[in-house]
């Protein structure tokens, strides 16, 4: 399941609803991640998408995911526009009969999501605007599930 | 027509998000669009940079091809969410 809002969303309601279509799984993983404000350098966060292409391969890392680990089913859900400081992202969520492949797999997605998702990032702080591309250390974590 | 989209940092380099245009003279591919589109907005070589990847009709294309005039066309820089 994916969704690519530009409108805020509450994590806690979509993970309560993704669980509760889970009921036959034994473990769900979930990593939510938010806009850090960084001591006051980041005041607002825009990301951007190409409609399509966008979609396209977050679905493809979904299926890879779920050849990977004996998922019950997996969600994304990844903000996209403005956000202020401490506004939820992204939230992955991953359902399976043991706590080994979900938190594997949330990890594999969210590695998928930091280097290869295809968003831009515009970091907008008092000192202007900058864009962010992946750390070294996000392709190195990418790395480990080649 | 072309659409031409550019997307994060390359945004700001050409001073749009998009355009539409007829396949100029002498543009028959995806490297003389290249130059073309430099050229006319001053990119300073940036579609040229390595870590730039090209999408002609939502695909990525790893070799120069030949262009119709009726693409779409998208400049990529490294791209990551999360």
Redesign the interface.
Known sequence: MLEIMDTPFNPGERLNAFSEKCKDAGAIASFI?LVRGQKGEVSELR??S?P??TE?GIEQAIEQAKKRWPLTTALVI?RIGSMGVGEP??LVATASKHRRAAFESCDFL?DY??????????QIGPDGAK????REQ?YQDKNRWS | MLKI?Y???LS?RAGRREESLALPVGVNSVSTLKNWLDTKHGLGGALQDKSVKT?IN?SLIHKDIVLQGDEEI?F???????
């Open positions: 991640g990301l951007e190409y399509g292409v396209q990844h992202i992204v969210m999501l930091k280097t290869d998702a295809v968003f831009w990032k515009h864009w962010i591309e992946p996000d | 989209y997307f994060g940092r700001d999408m939502q998208g990529l820089p490294p791209v990551g969410g999360g």
